[in-house]
């Protein structure tokens, strides 16, 4: 049983980045295309880099993700708090309604954006794109944070109000701090999704903005660059500092907590 889960684990691993690999190695390609390796270059590199528009737009996605994550983290965990407190009645409802844009089709929630904004007059752009991400990143936060408040001992709690502390201060030096790994998780987690988020942004983009993932599907549609293989790579690379990074801050603060 142990040689098949390590063959089985070992094939899923192989499946999922043989092809993430095997587009970092093409856009090393000398060639034009995917056809043959034809020699080593870092000119598919220099392309992207002078490219002003690819560079504004991978900074406009990076910028939207970071600022969708933190209002979505606090959002979120100012929710989580709330729904945890809630009278038990109230919990299930209130749970379901969170988790209804993560079991939603992104297809429909892009397209029931599209109809909210247009219905409301709202023009679309930069600031449509980002409350779409911060309503959907919420309910991730949500989900990340619950468990680990649900963990938490009300005698804590209790203790700080019988050392007279006010709720605030409660909040700030008991209840936060122990939600730390749960709030970095839901942050990194909105993060993600924000950043790789196709379908809901390309009903919202609008005129005049624009994010990574809708001009790679834009450019990928008049033939293939090794451009685009060079740009995926400087986000591979960066979602795995950005792994390591969840990784090292998490268990930093639960190694303080323990």
Known sequence: MKKFASFYLAFTFVLLYVPIFY?????????GDMNGFTGFTWKH???MFADSRLMSILLQTF??????????????????????????????ALLSTNNVL?????????????????????????MSVLFSHIAFSIPIVVLMVLPRLKEMNQDMINAAYDLGASQ?????EVMLPYLTPGIIAGYFMAFTYSLDDFAVTFFLTGNGF???????YSRARRGISLDINALSTIVFLFSILLVMGYYYISQDKEDKHA
Request: charged share 10%; hydrophobic share 50%; glycine share 8%.
């Open 102 to 126: 993560l079991v939603s089709p992104d297809v429909m929630i892009g397209a029931s954006f599209l109809i909210l904004f247009t219905t409301l007059k709202f023009q679309l752009g930069s």
């Open 63 to 92: 910028v939207l993700a970071f600022s969708s994550a933190l209002l979505a983290t606090i959002i979120g965990t100012f929710g989580a708090i709330y729904i945890h407190h809630a009278r038990k009645k109230y919990q299930n």
């Open 45 to 47: 590199y220099q392309t």
């Open 210 to 216: 624009t994010t990574l993932s809708v001009e790679i």
């Open 168 to 172: 605030f201060q409660m909040m700030k």
């Open 23 to 31: 587009l970092i190695g093409y856009s090393f390609n000398k060639g």
